[in-house]
């Protein structure tokens, strides 16, 4: 129940309770609610919000709420009270009070405190984290612990973990209609492209904690891969917003590249247990394998309405990627918020001349310099659609998704992400938590007719 508001009331002050519920409505929508039982039904008719309940306080469920503030898991307590009109089963509110004293919980007896810890709640930054438990090879319950730690002093926290059933998509859209001022997405890039894929153009930030076997976004967003975790976090709360392009690649989101012939094979050979037992080394293994077996197939690039043909190996369509992203490097740089996408043909017949242009094409992405290969087919373009014969394994961003053929185009500026700075001219860094006039606070302040 962590980021839960406990709402309690005497029996004479369950109206005021329901009317200072349906008046702040947009605000607590963002919280989990508690209330004991019979408390928690009146409020469910009378104001359309979402609630947990526990016992009524007959049977102790203010003791239990008391049990939540002291294990950590409520942020704020309204107990609206009534000295003058009594009954025998009220909310113990002296028990209430000594465990918010002990536990420095903010609780409200009246609408006046109440209406004060409502205007705390709207300048405080909501964010909803995905967590991928499963991504990379470190203690995901020990991460996990990190980054609370790190973040929940700092933002109300709601915290999702991914299962194969609650997909990463599907939590990021409930994140989103709670209106999440941040959405973070922690594990690899398949996660995070998940989370960017819902986030596309709602103006939602989007923050990155890689905890995954390669990390290739938040290597290209320029987040340290030396204590990832902590650095993460730290650029998470300084806040600087960055916009930058995002692909769509046939119906799904690109944030990252797409991979068509040796890098999707390279991919789909370093499965999960090669990257268990032998992490970022399972694709280096996976890639030399891949280089005796490769196969040239014919390919046709389409566009601007004129399609070429051509014998490749591989096919890399990027928006963005780190330097070890090497087959997508050719052009001297992968660049993110240019509107256009990089498309490297790679077309190297044996296993000596691929080598050659592996290493000529990292050359190019340490010096940001295009490479001089007659082995590649470099350029820049808005939008692409590739086929081949015979039909090729498709990779995006990390993971496999089909076989060819595909249509990428580029989505300028559908994304905004939380990134260390850099000295681009689109970065805006006046962006800060404790500034930041939110979506919610503007919607309450309007409800309440202030603007
Ligand atoms: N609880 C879970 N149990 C098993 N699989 C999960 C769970 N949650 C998510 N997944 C799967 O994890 C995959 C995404 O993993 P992700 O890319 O984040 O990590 P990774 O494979 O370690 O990283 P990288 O892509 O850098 O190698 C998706 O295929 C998703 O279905």
Known sequence: MTNTIALLAYDS?????????KKHQVVLSRYKLVAPEDTAQY????????????????????????????????????????????????????????ICQVHNVP???NIATAEIIINSLIQATVAHLIFNPVSGQGNAQQELSLIKSLLEPHLHLHIHETTIEQTAEELTKEAIAKQADLIIASGGDGT??????????????????PRGTANAFGMALG???????????????????????????NDRTMILLAGVGYEAET???????????WGVLAYVMAG????????????????????????????????????????????????MNDGLLEVMIITSNSRLQAVNTVVRMFGS??????????????????????????????????????????????????????????????????????????RVKNQALQNDGII
């Not at 002050?13 to 519920?21: A, G, H, R, S, T």
């Not at 030396?226 to 650029?235: E, G, Q």
């Not at 681009?424 to 962006?431: G, L, N, V």
């Open 267 to 277: 991919i789909e050979r370093a499965d999960r247990e090669a990257k268990n037992r």
């Open 107 to 109: 609780i409200a007896i």
């Open 288 to 335: 030399w394998q891949q280089l005796n077996e490769q196969q040239l197939f014919d390919v046709e690039i389409e566009i601007d309405g004129v399609t070429k043909t051509f014998e490749a190996g591989a096919i890399t369509i990027a928006n963005a990627a780190p330097p070890t992203s090497v087959l997508a490097q050719g052009l001297g740089e992968v660049i």
């Open 192 to 209: 995070v492209s998940a989370v960017a894929g819902e986030l596309v153009n709602t103006g939602i930030p989007l923050g990155i904690i």
């Open 43 to 98: 409020l469910l008719q009378e104001a359309v919000i979402e609630i947990n309940s526990v016992l009524p306080i007959s049977l102790g469920g203010d003791a239990q709420i008391a049990a939540e503030i002291a294990t950590g898991n409520i942020i704020a307590v309204i107990c609206l009270v009534d000295y003058l009109f009594s009954q025998s089963y009220e909310p113990d509110l002296k028990l209430l009070l000594r």
């Open 365 to 438: 992405a340490i010096f940001k310099t295009p490479a001089q290969d007659q082995d590649t087919i470099g350029l820049r373009t808005k939008q692409v659609k590739v086929s081949t014969d015979p039909p090729q394994k498709v990779v995006l961003d990390g993971e496999i998704i089909g076989t060819t053929p595909v249509e990428i185009k580029c989505i300028p500026d559908g994304l905004i992400v939380l990134a260390p700075p850099t000295n681009e001219i689109e970065e805006k860094s006046a962006w800060s938590f404790l500034s930041l006039p939110t």
């Open 223 to 249: 987040i340290p891969s030396i204590t990832p975790i902590r650095s993460a976090c730290d650029i998470i709360l300084a806040g600087k917003i960055r916009t930058i392009d995002v692909g769509q690649c």
């Open 13 to 21: 002050k369950k109206d005021n309770l329901v009317e200072f519920v």
